[in-house]
């Protein structure tokens, strides 16, 4: 049964997460020493202990989350050595993404970090825009609502900017603009029919051209960085084909700060290789809820802590 490795983004990290692994895998233990010691302060103690305000903010939570979801994979590598079937495509959540690149082989592991680092400091240092969740809303009819609206506003350049940010779920989109085109874009998508539109807690318009600023400090940090072709194809946020190519990872890595997540249509690509069986690694359970309400007959397994782990070697065909 074909599977694909999948990877949560911000928003997925708890305080504790990892804690159980370093006691029960060597191999996990390890993972997070490397981190601390690649960023040189005790990413460790802030995952396992806190505070949540300090795990929350975008420069720590992006290397957090990076480090449990790769402390999870050493542990089922390391538990399950040839055992583990290996995935036909990888695939991240915003942030999740620079996992599924380790896992794919494109980066390694203190590589992934010192870029997590700096796209989390790069975005934490943008405080222009807003998000808003849009439930129970076609897709059409939002992307035609980001055209009003900016169209209506364009001759204000702070303020003419909205752009579907999330394609999560058929029922879940997110929205991402400036301020006053936010909150015009929400209104006339409860008028439309949405069900609910929820005000994200957000420091900035994230995945949307405001994070212009953002996406060129990734373009000088990828440029200096180490970047191997995958050996697993990456089935991209921006635009939900498989990657195999060095070059093409740079520019992913760039483009997917401005560009919106099309999680929908990554999973449906997937689906359409033959992927049968997704396995989320990482803190939570996002990616597994929404890939449920997307490709509803496949099989999901989540691995969040070492007694999932564990829990795989009872599985087939892992």
């Not at 191999?27 to 300090?54: K, M, V």
């Not at 099309?262 to 996002?286: C, Y």
């Amino acid at each position: 049964m074909s599977i694909a490795w999948v990877f949560p983004g911000q928003g997925s990290q708890v305080v504790g997460m990892g804690r159980d692994l370093i006691a029960a895998s060597p191999a996990a233990r390890q993972i997070f020493a490397t981190a601390d010691e690649t960023l040189d302060f005790n990413l460790s103690e802030l995952c396992f202990c806190g505070p949540e305000a300090d795990l929350t903010a975008t420069a720590n939570a992006q290397p957090a989350l990076l480090t449990t979801s790769m402390a999870l994979l050493a542990a089922m590598t390391e538990l399950l050595g040839d055992r583990l079937e290996q995935p036909i495509a990888v695939a991240g959540h915003s942030l999740g993404e620079y996992s599924a690149l380790v896992a794919g082989g494109a980066l390694d592991f203190k590589t992934a970090l010192q870029l997590v680092r700096r796209r989390g400091e790069l975005m934490a240092a943008a405080h222009e825009g807003s998000m808003a969740a849009v439930i129970g809303l076609d897709a059409a009819i939002l992307e035609q609502i980001c055209q009003e609206v900016s169209a209506a506003l364009q001759n204000d350049h702070s303020h003419g900017t909205v752009v579907i940010a999330n394609y999560n779920a058929p029922d879940q989109l997110v929205i991402s603009g400036s301020v006053v085109a936010v909150e015009h874009a929400s209104m006339l998508a409860k008028s439309r029919g949405a069900k609910r539109v929820i005000p994200l807690k957000v420091s900035a318009a994230f995945h949307s051209p405001l994070m212009i600023e953002a996406a060129e400090g990734m373009a000088q940090a990828i440029a200096h960085a180490t970047v191997r072709n995958l050996s697993i194809p990456l089935i991209a946020n921006v635009t939900a084909e498989p990657l195999y190519d060095a070059d093409d990872v740079r520019r992913e890595i760039v483009a997917q700060v401005v560009a919106p997540v099309r999680w929908i249509a990554s999973v449906q690509r997937m689906v359409d290789l033959g992927v049968e069986t997704f396995i989320e690694i990482g803190p939570g359970k996002v990616l597994t809820g929404l890939i449920r309400r997307i490709a509803p007959t496949a099989r999901l397994i989540n691995v969040a802590t070492f007694e999932d782990v564990r829990a795989l070697t009872a599985m087939q065909p892992v």
